[in-house]
């Protein structure tokens, strides 16, 4: 099987997660495409004691670690002082941080992720807990959620209470979604795809995003909807039925990178 071959269907995920790292769409699918042009070049292999899965991740870190300060430090060059987030998002990539995604948004066992880092299980597992503390100490806000499935919404709503924050209010199609934007104005989006009416979670939000600037998450059954490549993609994705770790890693990832929340913390 060729090399391709084995890592085609690993890809769109891969690149998920790199965004979700980063926090931007371009920078991460440079540091994929950097890992990729190495193993094509026969700079980098896959381990084949791992599945290529964790094959491709480990591999990835590995560029990150070797390259990834170098690339970094040609982005901040191109920053003014005016792109304080985005600086501040560049310097923020801690293990922590990754072996946290590595779990909970990507889905690998502890086990995996250490093979991926390179570092044992315990060291894993504290990465993930102070991980967890940093985002827990972010301020709580308002949520909107955009289901039209009244169990799944009410599960999404106590997921999100139990981190804190509070629902503004839950919408079944795209007109309630506008709506609800017009009354009280979110902190954070939870959408699906496919609504009530017929209408379309991704026009809601697009809607929404004409009128401000919030972090968004999509929850839904049809992720190759959104992962084209033909147009810009969500950072934050969960595939349905979801885990509710999952959904808690994403929440706290897109409230911790988006660049509005980021400046306020700085």
Not at 44 to 53: E, I, M
Not at 98 to 118: K, N
Not at 192 to 204: M, P, R, T, W
Request: charged share 25%.
């Amino acid at each position: 099987m060729s090399l391709l071959a084995r890592l085609a269907p690993h890809l769109p995920y891969i690149r998920r997660y790199a965004r979700a790292l980063t926090g931007d769409q371009s920078t991460g699918d440079h540091y994929v495409r950097v890992a990729l042009e190495a193993l094509a070049a026969g700079e980098r292999s896959l381990d084949d004691d791992l599945s290529p899965r964790v094959a491709l991740y480990r591999v990835f870190h590995a560029i990150w670690l070797s390259s990834g300060a170098q690339l970094e430090a040609r982005r901040d060059e191109g920053l003014t002082a005016g792109d304080d987030a985005a600086q501040r998002l560049m310097r923020i990539a801690p293990r922590s941080r990754q072996a946290f995604l590595l779990t909970a948004l990507e889905g690998f066992t502890p086990t995996e992720a250490a093979q991926i880092l390179d570092c044992d299980f315990g060291e894993v597992e504290r990465l993930i807990s102070d991980a967890q503390a940093e985002i827990d100490a972010e301020l709580a806000t308002e949520v909107l959620i955009i289901e039209d499935e009244p169990v799944i919404a009410a599960d999404i709503e106590a997921l999100v209470k139990e981190l804190g924050h509070q629902v503004t209010d839950i919408a079944a199609t795209r007109g309630e979604a506008v709506e609800a934007v017009a009354r009280r104005k979110p902190g954070l989006v939870l959408a699906d795809i496919q609504l009530a009416d017929g209408s379309s979670g991704i026009d809601a939000v697009k809607d929404i995003l004409g009128r401000m600037d919030v972090p968004v998450i999509f929850i839904t059954a049809f992720p190759e909807r959104l992962l084209t490549g033909e147009r810009p993609e969500p950072t934050f994705l969960i595939t349905k039925p979801f885990q509710p770790e999952t959904v808690k890693a994403a929440i706290g990832q897109a409230l911790f990178f988006h660049p509005r929340r980021a400046a306020k913390a700085a």
